[in-house]
């Protein structure tokens, strides 16, 4: 027996165990998973690299070009041999008289339609969630979003037509009594923004609430199932777990709709608008649109694109804050 010393070390020690791989080979191992399953994958990832190449080519690269808004850019001579003029551009937007107004036009709109834009959808999709007939429920949501597919040239021609002095709505308002003489509508600034925010409000009412659907979808039945054992009404439910069940999309798309406040629709501002109602309707992007391919002066409008993308990012930064102090949701 004493010629065997040592027997219990050598157990704990971990004797019959097989030895620990070396580092190396662990991480070519590691490799070899990787590049199988990336090979699993070739499809899905050339995909995707085609997108990554999309994005760097028509959204990376043209990001030099922002170097003009501090050159007296001429199309003339390359962006390299432009003089410098430092923020002599944005010296000259911020003192222009259009500034109070196009700042005013372009955070009204914006701000209205954050307001009330941004919360119907959310009402909609919680009404269209509580409909029993599946029938009913498909037909109204299809109504819906329907006219998100129509291109604002031709739904811009539409509310022209309808807001024309012989038109449509002065045709119902007048038959109701409620004027006694047709409105020409799209020719007072007074009109414009309503105009503006309801004819939005009806375009992508039922697209922005496609997301919200999907989200309640991914409920469970059985919080529903609960809460009617419970005794809770339709409204209790919606409060008490719906809407804090897609608290986190909402959220996301709140801060998403708050960086963009200086965007106000550019394709349905330019359609609506014309000289008799510029005073409402001559918004940032607008403004950038005249004054950069109308007038040639491209520095100057890049200056400006370049001012509203910058309170954009800080909109952005500020909301995220906020939302993931309110609920520890957030974009990053």
């Not at 190396?24 to 990336?38: C, I, M, V």
């Not at 919200?212 to 529903?224: D, G, V």
């Not at 910058?310 to 930064?317: D, P, Q």
């Amino acid at each position: 027996m004493r010629n065997q010393p040592h027997a219990e070390p050598a157990a704990e020690t971990g004797a019959g165990r097989a030895p620990a791989p070396p580092l190396e080979d662990g991480r070519k191992l590691a490799r070899s998973r990787w590049l199988k399953k990336l090979y699993s994958q070739r499809h899905l990832q050339i995909m995707a690299l085609l997108g990554v190449i999309w994005m760097i080519i028509f959204n990376y690269i043209p990001m030099y070009g922002v170097i003009i808004a501090f050159k007296e850019f001429n199309i003339i001579k390359s962006i390299g041999e432009a003089p410098w003029v430092g923020l002599d551009h944005f010296r000259e937007f911020f003192s222009n008289d259009d500034f109070k107004t196009v700042m005013r036009n372009t955070l009204g709109i914006s701000l209205l339609k954050l307001c009330i834009g941004f919360p119907l959808p959310i009402i909609f999709a919680l009404f269209l969630n509580e409909i029993r007939s599946f029938r009913y429920k498909r037909t109204i949501q299809t109504i819906s979003y329907l006219p998100h597919f129509i291109s604002w040239v031709i739904l811009g021609g539409i509310l022209m037509t309808w807001l024309a002095d012989t038109g449509v709505i002065n045709k119902i308002l007048l038959a109701l009594n409620m004027i006694d003489q047709p409105i020409t509508f799209l020719a007072e600034p007074k009109y414009f923004w309503g105009i503006v925010i309801t004819s939005d409000i009806w375009k992508e009412l039922g697209w922005s609430a496609i997301i919200y659907l999907a989200a309640i979808a991914s409920i469970s039945p059985e919080m529903y199932e609960a809460s009617t054992i419970d005794g809770a009404g339709r409204f209790q439910k919606m409060w008490y777990i719906t809407l804090p069940s897609i608290k986190a999309t909402i959220s996301i798309l709140l801060i998403l709709a708050v960086s963009g406040v200086l965007s106000s629709n550019f394709d349905q501002i330019l359609v609506l608008r014309n000289p008799l109602n510029e005073s409402a309707s001559n918004v940032i992007d607008i403004f950038v649109y005249h004054t950069g391919l109308q007038n040639g002066r491209y520095s100057y409008a890049q200056a400006v694109a370049l001012f509203k993308s910058v309170i954009a990012i800080i909109l952005l930064l500020i909301a995220n804050r906020v939302t993931k102090k309110l609920n520890d949701t957030s974009l990053f």
